[in-house]
C-alpha cells in the first residue's frame, strides 16, 4: 500500500486546505481524532496476523526467495485468457478488450497487497484526491461493495448495545434476521430496530438515534440536541447503575446524496455545521455515498459527469482530523454485480479494516478487480465521462417521468419534490396514517412502494406512524412509473373517498 498512499499524500498536500470550519482551519493544526479510541472490543483485538506482518516487513526487499506463502502456482490457473466488450469507448462504441498474461494471473492470484489490486487501488487513490483532496492523512482499501464497508465498520466500532445516530429516515436493508437472533434480542428484552442497516445494526443490538432532517439532510441544531440529550441521559443511566446500553453515541452514519430512502442532498455549508458538532462530541462520521455519482441537479439535458460535480464538498473533504470513514461503491455506477468499491479513512483506521478484511475474504474477488480496472483503463477519463453524463442523463429523464407521472396521479393525495440524485423519490401520503396500513389494497392493485416506516429506527414501535413511502424510478421504463403512479393514485383515490 505505501506507493499509492504516498501518491495520495502528494495529492492532497497540493490542494488547498479544506476544514470543518475556515477560521477554524487558519487559526491552529487540528487535534488529530483518536478514533482507535473508539473501537468495539473485537476491534480492538484485530491484528495484522504473523503471515501478513512478514510480508509487510521484507515488502520492497530486492531477489527475495520468497518460502512464506501459500500460492496456488500461476501455471495451475484454469483461466488462460479473458476478453469482454466494452461499451462506450467511443459514442455509440464497443471495444473488445482483454486482460494480460500478468493481469489475468494476478487476478486469479490471492490478493498479495493488502489494500487490493495494486492498479485498481492506485486509480480509487487518485479519484479520491481528484475529487476529494483529503485534507488529513488516508489511505485507500479496495472492498467488495459498500455493504463490506458497512459491516467492516460496524464490527470495528460498534459493540452490543452501542448507541449511533442516523438521518431520521436511513438505507434499509431486505429483512433477513434470523428465528434464533430474533429470539436472542426478545431474551435480552431489547426492541430490536426493524430498519437502517437492519443486517448490521439490529444483530449486534445497536441503539439508533434518529436526527430529524428535511429534503437538504440531518438538521444540526437538532442533531446537536439529539447528542446533547443523550449524553444527560447517559449520565442518569450511569448514574443508576443501569448503564446496559446508554452509553454517549460513538458515530453519526450518513448518506449525504441522493440518501436512501428520502432523496436528500446535504449541502456543504451543513456538512461544516455537522462537522463541527461531531467534533465537539467526539463522533466518528461513516459517510456512505452510495448515490454521490448519480447527481442531476439540472435534469436530463445537462447532466454533471464527473467534471460538473461538486468537488471537496464531502465530509472526507472536511476531515482535517481524521474522523471520517467514507464509502464508495461501483454498484451505482458501475455494476452491483463486480462487487466493489473503496473505503477511505485514517491510516490506522484503515489498518483495522484492512486486518478484519483479510479475516472475512482476503479482499474483494481478484477478477472482479482485473475486469474494472481494465474497463476504466479502456475508458480512460473521457469515456468515464461519458459514461457518467450517459447514466446520470438516464436518471434524471426516470425522475422527471415519475415525477411528471405523480403530478398527473397523484395531486391533492400525496406531497414530493422532484428528485435531483439518487434512485428514490420520497412521498408524503396524504390523509394515510401510515403507509403500511395500505400494504393490503397497494397488493390488490399490484403495485408495491416501500413504507417509511421500514426506514426508521422505531420501525417496530407500534405507536410509531408514518405517512411517508419511498418509491424507486431507478429500473422502470417511462410506462411503469405511469403505470405505478396511476395505480397508487387510484387506492389513494378511493380511500380518500371512503373517508368522505
Ligand atoms: C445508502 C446505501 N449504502 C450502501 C448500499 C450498498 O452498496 P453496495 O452494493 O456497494 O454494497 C446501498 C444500496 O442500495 C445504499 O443505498
Known amino acids: 500500500m505505501g506507493d499509492a498512499s504516498a501518491e495520495e499524500q502528494k495529492a492532497a498536500q497540493a490542494a488547498p486546505p479544506a476544514g470543518p470550519s475556515a477560521t477554524a482551519a487558519d487559526a491552529s493544526p487540528p487535534t488529530p481524532f483518536d478514533a482507535l479510541r473508539l473501537l468495539s472490543r473485537q476491534g480492538a483485538l484485530r491484528t495484522e496476523g504473523c503471515l501478513r506482518q512478514l510480508l509487510s516487513k521484507y515488502h520492497g526487499v530486492e531477489g527475495l526467495v520468497a518460502m512464506n506463502g501459500g500460492l496456488p502456482p500461476q501455471a495451475s490457473f484454469p483461466l488462460t485468457s479473458l476478453q469482454f466488450g466494452v461499451a462506450g469507448v467511443a459514442e455509440g462504441e464497443t471495444e473488445a478488450v482483454e486482460l494480460s498474461p500478468e493481469q489475468l494471473a494476478g487476478s486469479q492470484q490471492y490478493n498479495i497487497a493488502p489494500a487490493g489490486f495494486p492498479p485498481l487501488q492506485r486509480w480509487a487513490a487518485a479519484h479520491v484526491a481528484a475529487l476529494h483532496a483529503p485534507p488529513g492523512p488516508h489511505r485507500v482499501l479496495l472492498t467488495a461493495g459498500a455493504s463490506q464497508g458497512l459491516e467492516l465498520v460496524c464490527s470495528l466500532f460498534l459493540d452490543d448495545g452501542d448507541c449511533l445516530l442516523v438521518e431520521e429516515f436511513t438505507y434499509p436493508q431486505a429483512r ?10 426478545r431474551h435480552r428484552g431489547r426492541r430490536q430496530p426493524g430498519c437502517m442497516l437492519e443486517c448490521n445494526l439490529a444483530p449486534r443490538s445497536c441503539r439508533v438515534l434518529p436526527v430529524p432532517m428535511d429534503h437538504d439532510g440531518m438538521l444540526p441544531f437538532q442533531l446537536e440536541q439529539a447528542s446533547l440529550s443523550l449524553l444527560s441521559a447517559a449520565a442518569n443511566v450511569l448514574e443508576q447503575a443501569a448503564a446496559a446500553g446508554g452509553p454517549q453515541p460513538k458515530l453519526l452514519y450518513t448518506v449525504p446524496t441522493g440518501q436512501n430512502p428520502t432523496g436528500a442532498c446535504t449541502p456543504l455549508e451543513r456538512k461544516r455545521a455537522i462537522y463541527d458538532i461531531c467534533s465537539r462530541h467526539g463522533l466518528l462520521i461513516l459517510e456512505d455515498d ?123 393525495l400525496a406531497e414530493w419534490r422532484e428528485p435531483r440524485a439518487g434512485m428514490f423519490m420520497w412521498l408524503r401520503l396524504l390523509g394515510v396514517e401510515d403507509a403500511s396500513d395500505i400494504q393490503e389494497e397497494l397488493r390488490e392493485a399490484r403495485v408495491v412502494v416501500v413504507p417509511g416506516r421500514a426506514c426508521h429506527p422505531r420501525a417496530s414501535d407500534p405507536s410509531f406512524r408514518c405517512p411517508f413511502v419511498r418509491v424507486s424510478f431507478s429500473h422502470l421504463p417511462p410506462e411503469e412509473l405511469e403505470e405505478g403512479m396511476r395505480r397508487l393514485g387510484a387506492v389513494l383515490h378511493s380511500l380518500q373517498q371512503q373517508r368522505q
Open 176 to 185: 433477513t434476521r434470523s428465528a434464533g437472533q430474533q429470539a436472542a434480542s
Open 290 to 412: 452510495a448515490y454521490q455519482y448519480l447527481q442531476f441537479p439540472a435534469g436530463p439535458l445537462r447532466p454533471p459527469g464527473l467534471a460538473g460535480l461538486p468537488a471537496r464538498s464531502s465530509y472526507l473533504s472536511l476531515d482535517t482530523q481524521g474522523r471520517v470513514i467514507r464509502l464508495d461503491t461501483c454498484a451505482k455506477f458501475l455494476a452491483p454485480g463486480l462487487r466493489l468499491g473503496w473505503a477511505v479513512a485514517a491510516p490506522a483506521v484503515v489498518g483495522k479494516m484492512t486486518d478484519l478484511l483479510n479475516a472475512q475474504t482476503l479482499g474483494p474477488s481478484g477478477l472482479s478487480q482485473g475486469i474494472a480496472y481494465r474497463l476504466l483503463e479502456t475508458w480512460g477519463g473521457e469515456g468515464l465521462e461519458r459514461h457518467l453524463w450517459r447514466l446520470q442523463a438516464g436518471y434524471a429523464a426516470s425522475a422527471a417521468a415519475l415525477h411528471a407521472a405523480a403530478r398527473r396521479h397523484l395531486e391533492g
